[in-house]
Structures are given as C-alpha cells and as structure tokens.
RNA sequence: GCGCCUGUAGUGAAGGGGUUAUCACCUGAGGUUUCCAACCUCAUGUCCCGGGUUCAAAUCCCGGCGGGCGCACCA
C-alpha cells in the first residue's frame, strides 16, 4: 500500500511547484511546519472556501472568528490544562514511555499531585519495574505538556496562556452571542477555521502531523431530548464503517448512512446526520470516495470529552489516516465553562409541551407589619416563611429562623394565599455534535488522490486531476506564440477572464506550447485556453481539457459566458 | 524522546582529504517553431549549520538542525 518511492516522487514536485514546502528551510528547517507555497496557498484558500460554504448553505450554521492566544482558564475549563500535564517517565532499558503518576499508582495515594522529584523518589524506591521489559530503571519524569504556552502581557500583571491546540473552545466562548443570534432556538451550530498548535513529541508524515496547522472545526448545538429529525435515505452508496471495535473485533461492513443509523450502528442520528455530510464534502473537493471510511472510537482512545466518536479515515500513501473526527462531546464543555467561569448564560430553554401549574397555598407575608416589629431581623423571617415547607394549621405558630431563634407569627402579620405557578419550560445545557477536520491531511490526500503518473510518448508525464473548484486557478491562457499579436490577445484574453468573480486565471508565455501544457497539467488547472493565428482572424480560440488533452475551438465571447457560469465542460 | 538509515543547484542524482565539484531535467534571455516537456546559443544557481582533526575538509570525527523508518507519544 505505502509506496515510498511515489510518496518521494510526489513530495519533490510538490516542493518543484511551489505547493507544499517545508518552512524556514534556509534555516534548517523546523520539523512539523510546513509552507504552501503559491500554488499550494491558493489549493489551500479554495478546500477551505468549499468547507465554509458546505455548512452554511442551510443558514442553521454560522462562521465565528476567534483569537489563537487562549487564556489559561479556559484551557483549564475545557481540561486541555490537567491532559496535557501529565509527568512522563521513560525506561531506558526499552524505551517505553508512561504516565508517571500511573505508575506510582498503589504506592501513594494521589499520584497526580506529586511534584516530578517525588514521583522520581517513589519510582526508586519502590523499584516499580516496566510493564513492558519488567526492569526498573527510569529516565528523570518530566511534564509534557502539548500546548505551547506563552504569556499575555508583559512583567508581573501577564497572564498565563496557550496557542489554541484545538478551535473548538472559540465556539463555546461565544455560545451566549450564537444562542441570540438563533433567536434562542435550537439546533444551531457555529463553524472555525484556522490554526491550532500542538507541539508535537515527534512530528512525522509530511503533512500529516504537523505541530500547526490547518483546523476546520464545526460544533452543532442540541437538545439531547429533542434532536434534530435526520432522514439519509437520499444518500443510497454503501459506506464503510467500522463499528464497535470492542465487539467483534473492527469488522468492516458496508450499509448505507440510513441503514447504519435504522440498525443502530450509529448510535446517535445527529452523529449519523455528520457522518454523512463529512463523507458529501470529501468527495465533492476529490477524495475518491472507496478510501473513505468510518471507524468508531475504542472506549479506551476517546477524548475525555467525547461519548461516542468516529474517525473518519482516508486512503492514501501513508496508509489509512484519520482526517476528520466526529464527536458528540454532550454538554461537557458548556458545563464545564459554566463551573469555572460562574456563568449561566450557557444554558438553552426548553418549553414544555404543556405549561406546568402548580398550585399552591403559603403565607404572604404582610411586610407593613413585620418590618417594624423585627426590624433588623426582618430580612430573616421573610426568608423563613418563603421557606416553610409546610404551612401550620393554627396561628399564631413558631417559627423558626436560620439563626436557629424562633419568632411567634400572629395573624396580623401574614395572610394565607393560593398561589398559581405556572412553569412553561426548563434551562438545560445543549449538547454539541463536533466535526473537525484536519485541512492538511485532506489536502494532502486530495493531492494524493489527484496526482497521477502516466506516460505520453514514452516520457512520464504526471497530472494533477484536481477538481474544479480546489484547483489552483480555474484557467490559463496560453499565446501559441509570442509573436504576430497573439502574445498580446492573450493578455489582454487573461485580463478579462480574472475581471470575471471568483475565477483565477493564469497566462503563461515561455517556452514551447507542450511544455506550457504540462506544467499547467502538473499543477492541475483544469481548462487551457490556447490564442493561435486564427484567434486573430475570428475572434475564437482553443480549450483544451487536462484530463484527456482533448480540444475544441470556440469563441471568445461564448466561452466567457459559459466561464462565468462555471459551464466550460458543456463545450466537451 | 530512543534506535537504525540519511542530508550535494529549483528537482532528481553521481562523486569525494588537494586546481575552477559532475550530470540530467528545471528556470531565465535570445533564436527557431502553425498545438502537447522538440531543437540551437548563452546565462543563473549547489556540497544543511557549528565545532574539531589537518598544511589543506564538501569529503574524516563530534554536536546541532532537517528528512525517512521502527519503538514510544498523538487528549
């Protein structure tokens, strides 16, 4: 499955054409950073266009812009802070890496409150040996922590924080704006793309990990009792899934989305509802849709967020690579955040199907007469009698006070009412479905799907069968010939077409018309348009599709058109 | 972070203690050319960084940085 020498082959003329290159490179280079380079930077621009469009097309979904710089708190909330903290330790006889505190575990009773020198001190002296060779010699622990911190401000008023190692926080932070902005209706969602930082033990893979990168992150608000109603049955291909790997041992099936959900392979609709946008969005930016698949979260490596999560898991030349997770974290986060910042405008309302009336009878308390008699102590008997859980049946009664007195309370001083409550509905925390995409690693399987080694007359000859819409530019325009004024019909050709919204179109003059094609082919533009003499004549000129270098001539004016519509593969 | 391998123009490679480091493609200029990396002339551009050994280091040694693979890590 991996072909290294492919890999090799496609990484250097990723560098060659300024597509993806690795960063800071005349210094050396810095693992797990990477540029994308002219080319790149436009593939890049339009796979995350694609993405912002495919959420927001319903209006249920909005986009939000948040800071990368995080304070420590909200870390702390979201519990980034105590994960990523951990004491890690070493044993130098294998090599294996653990959990300090799970080692110690048994010989103290907080393990997680110890300091690195103690949790040294109980490795050595407890001569705990590793579950892995049974030696007992340990590296010095050390915290890794896998955000990178920084500070807020200068001095002693800065404050700690962390580049974002996930976008997702930024939503929940703006959960009370998004919750007006809905008209206090859910579901609703809020979509983030941008970087987030993690500063990776080892980065590996090329694009595939890196320590930033590109996020694209969707929470989807919910009412856990009332979900949204799902129906997939539109969607009629067979995907693949990997269900319950604790079961029956990550045996992959095919169904359909629908069937997945009615069989209860996928547990939660709302789960099933983004399992199959993610799989619409995918093929729609090039990934080949048979090395797609789903793959459900072993209990054992879910996030401590999340209750059900599955993978989504892409093909190519590194093997099988999870791209896309999708979580339902329940109502963890807006919990959580309610805790920690004393908030309650983390909340939804929820009306009740039938307005609640309760009926009761209490004693109004009649505040002309207590006030002057308790004065001070007043505040104290309102309480009380609020509080009284049952009214007495004479008066005068005793009443007791929080200060643990008691008072006589007379006739004159209350008056017995019913009272009509009535209780539409209840506060509660949504629950969020989360899909994040890692936009590198799609990218970087896009290009994989789309690069493509042939041979044209004995050369090899590589393609970039991009699709329309994460092409680098849309068209190119190619003078035959510099010379006789074609040079000039192109550009002036070229000028009109980028006039044009949304479309991005190349001119490229140097060198023979064949290996103009080729590079254009190598970066994947989709159409060529060709000025030759007879464009001078009639005003037409030659498009030439990458795919099969099949070619038709057709005015200029027609074929602006059906630019602007999107429609040049009508002429074919 | 550990182990093994590795680093030479934009890309891919050859070579290697001693004159000016080699080749192909690419890129640029000019010429030629009536549609698929053609041809001719010319040109730009390279030994990852630092230290050591040596009369002399791109070459040998050490360290760093980068890359690949395996182990570990990847909330």
């Known amino acids: 499955m991996t072909d290294e020498k492919r890999i090799e082959r496609l990484s250097a003329m990723l560098k060659r054409r300024g597509i993806v290159l690795p960063a800071f490179e005349i210094y050396g280079g810095v693992s797990g950073l990477i540029d994308y380079g002219p080319v790149g930077a436009s593939i890049r621009r339009r796979v995350i266009q694609n993405w912002i469009e495919h959420w927001t097309i319903n209006g249920d979904i909005v986009e939000i812009d948040s800071p990368t710089i995080t304070p420590e708190n909200v870390l702390v909330a979201s519990g980034h802070v105590g994960e990523f903290n951990d004491l890690m330790t070493q044993c130098e006889n294998c090599s294996s890496a653990f959990r300090a505190d799970q080692l110690v575990e048994g010989f103290h009773p907080n393990p997680d409150t110890l300091d690195s020198e103690e949790i040294d001190g109980i490795l050595s002296s407890e001569?705990?040996?590793?579950?892995?060779?049974?030696?007992?010699?340990?590296?010095?622990?050390?915290?890794?922590?896998?955000?990178?911190?920084?500070?807020?401000?200068?001095?002693?008023?800065?404050?700690?924080?962390?580049?974002?190692?996930?976008?997702?926080?930024?939503?929940?932070?703006?959960?009370?704006?998004?919750?007006?902005?809905?008209?206090?209706?859910?579901?609703?969602?809020?979509?983030?793309?941008?970087?987030?930082?993690?500063?990776?033990?080892s980065p590996r893979q090329g694009m595939i990990r890196l320590r930033e990168f590109n996020m694209a992150e969707l929470e989807y608000f919910i009412d856990p009792e009332n979900p949204p109603l799902v129906d997939l049955s539109m969607n009629t291909e067979k995907i693949s899934l990997i269900p319950d790997p604790n079961g029956n041992k990550h045996k992959e099936i095919k169904m359909t989305f629908q069937d997945a959900i009615d069989n209860n392979v996928i547990k939660d609709s709302t789960v099933g509802l983004f399992l199959s946008k993610t799989w619409d969005f995918l093929v729609r930016v090039g990934i080949n849709p048979s090395k797609i698949r789903f793959r459900q979260h072993e209990s054992n490596e879910m996030a401590h967020y999340a209750e059900d999560c599955w993978?989504?898991?892409?093909?190519?030349?590194?093997?099988?690579?999870?791209?896309?997770?999708?979580?339902?974290?329940?109502?963890?986060?807006?919990?959580?955040?309610?805790?920690?910042?004393?908030?309650?405008?983390?909340?939804?309302?929820?009306?009740?199907?039938?307005?609640?009336?309760?009926?009761?009878?209490?004693?109004?308390?009649?505040?002309?007469?207590?006030?002057?008699?308790?004065?001070?102590?007043?505040?104290?008997?309102?309480?009380?009698?609020?509080?009284?859980?049952?009214?007495?049946?004479?008066?005068?009664?005793?009443?007791?006070?929080?200060?643990?007195?008691n008072v006589e309370i007379t006739e004159e001083m209350v008056e017995k009412k019913m009272v009509h409550n009535s209780i539409a509905g209840e506060w509660f925390t949504p629950h969020v479905i989360e899909p994040a995409f890692g936009i590198d690693r799609i990218i970087w399987h896009i290009l994989d799907h789309a690069y493509e080694e042939t041979e044209k007359e004995g050369e090899n000859y590589n393609l970039l069968k991009l699709k329309e819409s994460v092409a680098p530019a849309d068209v190119i325009v190619l003078p035959l010939f510099e010379k006789?004024?074609?040079?000039?019909?192109?550009?002036?050709?070229?000028?009109?077409?980028?006039?044009?919204?949304?479309?991005?179109?190349?001119?490229?003059?140097?060198?023979?018309?064949?290996?103009?094609?080729?590079?254009?082919?190598?970066?994947?533009?989709?159409?060529?348009?060709?000025?030759?003499?007879?464009?001078?004549?009639?005003?037409?000129?030659?498009?030439?599709?990458?795919?099969?270098?099949?070619?038709?001539?057709?005015?200029?004016?027609?074929?602006?058109?059906?630019?602007?519509?999107?429609?040049?593969?009508?002429?074919f």
């Open 311 to 405: 993978d989504c898991e892409i093909l190519g030349e590194h093997g099988w690579i999870e791209c896309v997770g999708i979580a339902n974290r329940t109502c963890h986060d807006l919990l959580s955040h309610e805790k920690h910042s004393n908030s309650s405008s983390l909340r939804a309302w929820r009306e009740f199907e039938e307005v609640k009336v309760e009926n009761r009878e209490i004693l109004s308390p009649k505040t002309s007469v207590l006030g002057p008699m308790f004065r001070a102590r007043a505040g104290l008997v309102l309480a009380a009698l609020e509080n009284l859980s049952q009214l007495p049946d004479n008066l005068p009664f005793k009443l007791e006070l929080s200060d643990g007195t």
């Open 127 to 201: 001569k705990i040996s590793c579950p892995n060779c049974e030696k007992s010699q340990w590296t010095l622990s050390k915290p890794m922590n896998l955000m990178f911190g920084t500070k807020i401000g200068a001095m002693k008023s800065s404050r700690q924080a962390y580049m974002r190692p996930e976008t997702a926080q930024g939503m929940f932070m703006l959960y009370p704006s998004l919750y007006r902005h809905f008209r206090q209706k859910l579901p609703f969602g809020a979509i983030q793309t941008g970087k987030g930082y993690r500063n990776e033990i």
């Open 484 to 571: 006789d004024g074609m040079g000039m019909a192109a550009r002036k050709l070229n000028s009109e077409i980028n006039q044009i919204n949304g479309i991005k179109c190349l001119i490229d003059s140097s060198k023979s018309i064949g290996r103009r094609y080729a590079r254009a082919d190598e970066i994947g533009v989709p159409w060529a348009i060709t000025v030759d003499h007879q464009s001078l004549e009639d005003n037409t000129v030659t498009i030439r599709r990458r795919d099969d270098q099949k070619q038709i001539r057709a005015e200029i004016d027609e074929l602006l058109i059906l630019i602007n519509s999107n429609m040049i593969s009508t002429l």
